[in-house]
């Protein structure tokens, strides 16, 4: 991954990747969902998210308010 790729989390939800911490083995990433940016470990399981399919969702979530 590199900085200002998008993501999604298991837990955390779809963010985008700040920082690249390569002395703590981690991605700095700011979450949609939450207040803070959270650190997490180059071994834990990120799904990039295209551009298309994070509009998509945002548009579906929209919708359905």
């Known amino acids: 991954f590199a900085r200002g790729d998008r993501v999604r ?18 991605y ?3 979450f949609d ?10 071994r ?4 990039k998210v295209s551009e298309n399919t994070d509009q998509t969702s945002k548009n579906h979530s929209a919708a359905t308010l």
């Open 33 to 42: 969902r939450l207040a803070t940016d959270r650190e997490v470990s180059f």
């Open 9 to 26: 989390h298991k837990v955390f939800g779809d963010g985008t990747i700040t920082e690249i911490d390569t002395d703590a083995g981690a």
């Open 28 to 30: 700095v990433i700011r």
């Open 44 to 47: 834990a399981k990120l799904e």
